[in-house]
């Protein structure tokens, strides 16, 4: 699992949101894979949202996130 802390919030695309776009670098095009959840913080009492991603597969080995 890949869990991602966003402070300040991070401003994804509306096409990321949707598993349109690579959560990585922004892109449309090409193959998209499966790339773990992303982690949204909705307060202080209550648990993160959390939504699926989607990345080219070259962006998931060129761009190493620190959690991976």
Same mark, same amino acid.
Do not use: K, N
């Given at each position: 699992?890949?869990i %991602? #802390? =966003? *402070? ?7 096409? #990321?949101? &949707?598993? #349109? ?6 892109? &449309?095009?090409?193959e =998209? %894979? ?12 209550? *648990?993160? =949202?959390?939504?699926?991603? %989607? ?9 190493? &996130?620190?959690?991976q």
């Open positions: 699992m890949t %991602v #802390q =966003l *402070s300040p919030p991070t401003p994804f695309t509306r096409a #990321q949101r &949707e598993l #349109q776009a690579c959560i990585r670098c922004g892109g &449309e095009d090409g =998209l %894979v499966p790339d773990g959840h992303r982690y949204t913080a909705t307060g202080s009492t209550t *648990s993160p =949202l959390g939504w699926a991603v %989607v990345a080219h597969p070259a962006c998931r080995t060129a761009v190493p &996130e620190e959690e």
